[in-house]
Every structure is written in structure tokens, then in C-alpha cells.
DNA sequence: ATCACTGAACAGACAGGTCTGTCTGCTAAT
DNA sequence: ATTAGCAGACAGACCTGTCTGTTCAGTGAT
């Protein structure tokens, strides 16, 4: 029988992920050893290797879950706005929480991805289908107004121009730990934006 | 005295960092051992150590030949062509020819970067150096006819949006591992230009 | 209500390997 | 003889993953 039991959050396995979610974000999976999990979750060996057959497997679970979260938060602030203008921004404000705080990382999948160099690896897999789903969501539901007065290979390139603009601002402000390239991106997006409006078939 | 030795690729200082540098870019930092460096350079392990004083000192070295290297091939292809819009194309060459080799990584300073959470190691500091390197060059040596037409503003917005398109085109690309967003970035890029052509002061 | 039983989590030793970095001794060339 | 390099043992820490044994809450039968 599942029980729902309100104090998930102290289960073992909880309390794994939890913990893992912290160490592989902030330290990365390489220079975060199992043992530093295992003792700042309180939680025995044995149980750890019950719960997950592997550090890696941890991994993948840490990130499904990031996923889920991320992607419902990114969501609800698109969903939040009419507009496309106001949608595009809205994308943005999922980093300006994070960068002022100590130890902004940028973003979890992509400096996953880069600790795994064989590019067959499940963790590279889950976050090629993870950038793959951003980029669907904003076809989607942020620049949905678009496509049916843009032809269609336009559309295409609208939706990999603001996406590349994404890309390129998170990465840039966790190399300077600064946000003008978030303000930079966002602007830009408007400004193709706008060049796209005048562009109705 | 220092000689011009021409076999100087023989030489264990040269033999090391070559290596390291095809370990570190295809494996990543901390997934290369310092013995998988000193067998593979076939250097001994105490030559290793009166050459480098540690593993992250050599980490540094190669990023500051590869940084030499990469920073003048930059350069080259761009002033090879006079109108901005060739110069922008040729940005991206820098990537088509690595992208189908196998196992691609992509940009070699941001990898590294990843794998030093702290943001105050000399590493990242390197990295927050070259990329400034390169913003510059893109202002100084890409869009240099653009500067004196456009209000200094304009101008910097300009930058910022060809160096986020660059960089995202680079990152997805080593995601995805197709040429897709390097085609898209630079399409766009184009076609901002374009649009700042006309706002000539 | 007390019994034994079960299962989950705990604690931590252990194996076997790898890590970085040091040190000693040997060889060969200048 | 001095210097550079080679070979490789070694220290001491850390790594992942396994294993043994303990504690304890819950359950069903008597």
C-alpha cells in the first residue's frame, strides 16, 4: 500500500535526492562523492545502494525531478502573460531569481551534460530530450501567436533565434556572474520580435 | 640559454601539455588523471612535477596555449573578408570544421569552466578573460564599420546580441550534436545587421 | 496483551581501486 | 659534474560499491 505520508520529505529516499540535488548543482557530479551525500543526508551506506543501484543513476533521478520542476515553473510564468512580448520576458525571469544569490551555477542540465563526454550516456541523453522540451515550449506556448502568420520555415527560425539567445544569456551570465547578458538577450528577442510583426504573410 | 630546438614536440614539457590538452578537451578535467597524462605523454612522473607544480597549474597552461592558438585562428579567418556580414560568417567557421569530428565538445573554456564551482579559482577567471577577449575582438575586428555609425548605446546592444547568438550557437550545438543552431545563430545574426544597417545616426 | 516475525533504516568496516603529489635511484648528455 | 629526464615505489587520502550486524516500528497470531 502507498502511503502518502505528509513527512516524505524525511524518507531516506527524499532525503537522498534532496541533498544530491544541492551537492551535484553547486559542486558538480564529479567533485561530489557519494560519502558527502550519504553524510549530509543521515542516511546509512546500505540504504543509499537500496534506494539507488548507482551514483549515476542518483544522477538521473536528480535530474528527472529537476526537469519536472523546471519545466511546470516555466510554464506557469509563460502561462501567466498574454502577450508574446511580456511571454518571451517572462522566460527570463526563471534566472534573475538565482543569479544574485551566492554561488549562482547557471543552469544544472548543461553543466551535467558537460561532465559526461560520451555523448551515448543517459545523463547527455536526458538533457538533450530536457533542451529539446524548452525549445518545444517555446514554439509552443511562447511564441505560439506566430505560427500561423509566419510561413513556416520563418517560424522555424524565429523560434531558434530566441532560443539561441536563451542559451547564449544563461550561459554568458554564469561566466561573468553578471546579468547584462540576460538584459542583453531579453532585448534582442524583442527586437526580432518586432522585426517578425511586420512579416505576417 | 634558450634554444630554438625545432623538435621541441619532443620535448616533455611540450609532450605534456599536448597530451593534457587532448585529455582534458575529449575527457574533461576531473575525469583525467595526472597518471593517464604521464603515461600517455611517456614522460616520467618526476619530470612531470618540476615542470608543473600541480594538475590545475597545467590545466592553466594548456588554456593559455590553447587560448594563444584559438584567439590568432579567430582573428585570421575574420580579417580574411572585409564586409561585416563575411566576418560574421566567418565567426562561425571556427566550429564547422570541428562539429563532425568524433566526439565533438564544443568550447574547450567553457567545459573547463564547469568543473570549478568556485568562481574565484584562477580557471574561471582565465575563461571570464578569454570570453572577454572575444566579445572585444567581435566589437573591435567584426563590427568595426558599424561603431561610428550608430550611438554608442546601439552599438554595444549590437555586440552583446552577435556574442549571445555565438555562444548559444555553441552550446547547442555540442548539445544536440548537429549544426542546426549554427546555421539558425548565424542566420539571425545576419539578419540584425541588417536591421542596424538602416539605423545609421 | 504478549509473542515472534518482517522489513526498513541505521552504523560502519571493508575491498579494491584511483587520486595527487613526493621521493629515491638510475641513466645519459652536455 | 651537473643537469634533465626516466622508472617506479610510496604515502595518504579519497573513490564507489559490498557486506555484516544492529535497532526498531509495525503486524498478525496466539
Redesign the pocket.
Known amino acids: 500500500m502507498m502511503t502518502l505520508d505528509p513527512s516524505s520529505v524525511s524518507?531516506?529516499?527524499e532525503r537522498i535526492i534532496e541533498t544530491a540535488s544541492r551537492l551535484f548543482f553547486r559542486q558538480g557530479y564529479c567533485s561530489?562523492?557519494?560519502?558527502?551525500i550519504i553524510s549530509e543526508s543521515?542516511?546509512?551506506?546500505?540504504?543509499f545502494?537500496?534506494?539507488f543501484p548507482?551514483?549515476?543513476a542518483l544522477a538521473l533521478a536528480w535530474l528527472r525531478q529537476r526537469e519536472e520542476n523546471w519545466i511546470q515553473q516555466f510554464k506557469e510564468r509563460i502561462e501567466q502573460h498574454q502577450s508574446t512580448d511580456k511571454r518571451v520576458a517572462a522566460m527570463y525571469t526563471m534566472w534573475y531569481d538565482q543569479i544574485h544569490e551566492e554561488g549562482y551555477r547557471g543552469c544544472g542540465f548543461i553543466n551535467m551534460a558537460g561532465e559526461f563526454s560520451n555523448e551515448k550516456s543517459p545523463i547527455r541523453a536526458f538533457v538533450r530530450e530536457h533542451k529539446d522540451r524548452v525549445r518545444q515550449i517555446i514554439a509552443n506556448d511562447v511564441l505560439n501567436e506566430y505560427r500561423p502568420r509566419l510561413k513556416s520555415n520563418d517560424f522555424d527560425e524565429l523560434v531558434n533565434a530566441i532560443y539561441s539567445l536563451f542559451d547564449g544569456a544563461i550561459i554568458q551570465t554564469q561566466n561573468f556572474m553578471q546579468d547584462w547578458p540576460i538584459d542583453a538577450a531579453l532585448k534582442t528577442s524583442l527586437k526580432i520580435l518586432s522585426s517578425y510583426r511586420d512579416k505576417a504573410i
Chains 1, 2 share one sequence.
Open positions: 524518507r531516506p529516499r561530489t562523492g557519494v560519502n558527502q543521515g542516511v546509512a551506506k546500505a540504504s545502494y537500496t534506494h548507482s551514483k549515476e
